[in-house]
């Protein structure tokens, strides 16, 4: 204990040395990082490969049973999750197969009544006149009703499965094909939440 003690002393000798202060800084209530559909890099290199397999994926997806398929795409930060579901999302093939085609940054506020919100704002391109939850929740069923949807939800941080189970129950009614694409730095965020192999 006294050599630790000793060298906890001498860190903290150190650290006045060189007039370094202790700073906690509050973490605000949601990120500020915030991302959206369009692809801001003019050419991007190495993942042609990668956005070929998922839109075959995404298309092909029609045949399958499962209901309301939802593909993680899942890497540390700085790999270009982001940078690939974009590509994704603008692919032309992607495009002329899904009707809506929806982007919501998630971040670390996964909150479902915030994410239905944005969801009909971004369809009927206006926000919705009421703020309760049921009637969200009618309205984006009612959009998304029998469409064959592509919904990507990037940079999701939250592991609760509770939340997640809620929002999905609320966007079952696509018809077959509708699809969720999910970009997440964790892997027990795609687990939660994928059904695919990430």
């Given amino acids: 204990m006294k050599d630790i003690m000793e060298k906890l002393d001498a860190i ?15 973490r605000q209530g949601t990120s500020t990082r915030e991302t959206g559909f369009v692809l801001t890099e003019p050419k991007v290199y190495g993942r042609d490969k990668e956005e070929d397999e998922i839109v075959k994926i995404l298309i092909n997806n ?5 209901e309301l398929p939802i593909f993680p795409i899942i890497g540390m930060e700085g790999l270009g999750k982001t940078t690939l579901a ?10 002329k197969h899904f009707n ?7 971040s670390d506020d996964f909150d479902e009544k915030r994410l239905i919100k944005i969801i009909i704002r971004i369809i009927e391109r206006s926000s919705p006149d009421v703020e309760d939850l049921a009637t969200f929740q009618k309205k984006v069923q009612e959009l998304l009703n029998g469409k064959r949807y592509l919904l990507v939800l990037d940079d999701v941080w939250s592991d609760d499965l ?5 929002l999905r129950a609320v966007l079952k009614v696509g018809s077959r094909g509708a699809s969720i694409l999910v970009t997440t730095r964790l892997e027990k ?3 939660i939440m994928g059904m695919s192999q990430p």
């Fill in 100 to 106: 809506p085609k929806i982007w919501v940054c998630v």
């Fill in 12 to 26: 903290v000798e150190e650290r006045s040395k060189f007039h370094l202060l202790e700073n906690i800084i509050e």
């Fill in 189 to 191: 965020v795609g687990s």
């Fill in 162 to 166: 509770e939340k997640w189970a809620k």
């Fill in 62 to 66: 029609v045949n399958v049973v499962q």
């Fill in 86 to 95: 974009q590509m994704i999302f603008n692919d032309e093939r992607v495009t």
